[in-house]
């Protein structure tokens, strides 16, 4: 079952080596999101304490391997991000050892370079965590610091705009991963009436948090989408802005499928007495589940370009127009040689 995300986000963060900005920050957006899901998922939805047999397709082998895929991930988009980088500021190649400095240069002088260590760095310190110590905090800070690494590095420069950006990816994360793991639970073959009835359970504890999280992330959305924008002309005449509209509508029909969930199949998952009628609900609500995912994934995607289009007002429309122009957090500092 796990088998896809053994293989796939390898595959997707190997070829993008020779990719573009764009399809790196999809990546990373994804990644980032399964990342923080999961691990609320397993950890405060399922619990530590649960039994194997209720906890089960989620083992902590399979756990440690996804978190191992993860730590891939970033490596890999991480030193993709600094070759395109130093690429575009030598015209050098991988012969060129002007290259191999201007990447040594940005690693230690830029916010782009040292979170591209950093991110790896923090995914390791969480693995050795969640192995060595059944103490939840050390890892939720490092998950906490992980996520305001993307808030470094994107549009939000301003403490409120850092904040509102962090805020909406982790609720993001933790709402797409509660939905992400009760899909892969319904591909355990083993459906026991316990486990329907745990499953049952942790989903309408999950409803309320999920209700929450969407309204931090509609919030937290609207903020940044004011500050972004600034007119309503420039959310109908920029790139950024029609991407904008985009997520919006999606984010819609995301809310009106959560609100089905909500209104239509959780009633009917509480009013059905006997297992099989359970189970057959539970089937059709995991359904539901699984379009808004794909629904979430294209949102997911949207967000990805979006951290790679200048706002409205900004010199350039695109990072791989003209990446240092695209945000100062990726600029060398002013006292650092670029000889």
Not at 15 to 32: D, K, N
Not at 48 to 60: D, G, Y
Not at 122 to 146: D, N, Q, S
Not at 247 to 271: D, G, Q, S, T, Y
Request: hydrophobic share 55%.
């Amino acid at each position: 079952m796990y088998r896809w995300l053994l293989f796939f986000i390898p595959f997707l963060s190997l070829a993008i080596t020779f990719g573009s900005h764009s399809v790196i920050q999809i990546i990373e957006s994804i990644t980032m999101i399964c990342f923080i899901g999961l691990y609320f998922f397993i950890h405060w939805v399922i619990g530590e304490r649960t039994s194997s047999l209720l906890r089960h397709p989620f083992s902590k082998k399979k756990e440690m391997r996804v978190y191992l895929v993860i730590l891939f991930t970033f490596l890999v988009t991480g030193f993709s991000q600094l070759v395109i980088w130093a690429e575009f500021l030598t015209n050098g190649d991988f012969k060129d050892s002007a290259l191999w400095k201007m990447i040594g240069l940005l690693s230690t002088t830029t916010m782009i370079g040292i979170i591209a260590w950093f991110r790896p760095l923090l995914i390791v310190l969480f693995i050795l965590c969640i192995k060595r110590t059944e103490k939840k905090w050390p890892a939720v800070v490092l998950l906490l610091l992980f996520t305001l690494t993307f808030s470094l590095s994107g549009h939000a420069v301003p403490f409120n705009m850092v904040f509102s950006h962090f805020l909406h990816i982790l609720a993001t994360g933790i709402w797409v991963g509660g939905l992400l793991g009760f899909v892969i639970y319904s591909f355990a073959l083993d459906q026991s009436s316990e486990k329907l009835k745990f499953i049952h359970q942790r989903l309408s504890w999950f409803s309320i948090v999920a209700f929450v999280l969407v309204v931090v992330i509609g919030f937290t959305g609207f903020i940044m989408s004011f500050a972004y924008i600034g007119t309503w002309e420039s959310l109908t005449t920029s790139q950024y802005g029609d991407l904008l509209i985009w997520k919006i509508i999606l984010f819609i029909v995301i809310l009106m499928i959560a609100a089905f969930h909500r209104l239509v199949w959780l009633p009917k998952l509480n009013k059905a007495e006997k297992s099989l009628d359970k189970q057959k609900t539970f089937n059709k609500l995991v359904w539901t589940i699984r379009i808004e995912l794909l629904v979430i994934t294209a949102a997911i995607i949207i967000a990805g370009l979006l951290s790679a289009t200048s706002p409205p007002g900004n010199p350039t429309d695109n990072i791989d127009q003209a990446p240092n122009q695209h945000n100062h957090s990726f600029i060398p500092s002013s006292d650092s040689s670029l000889s």
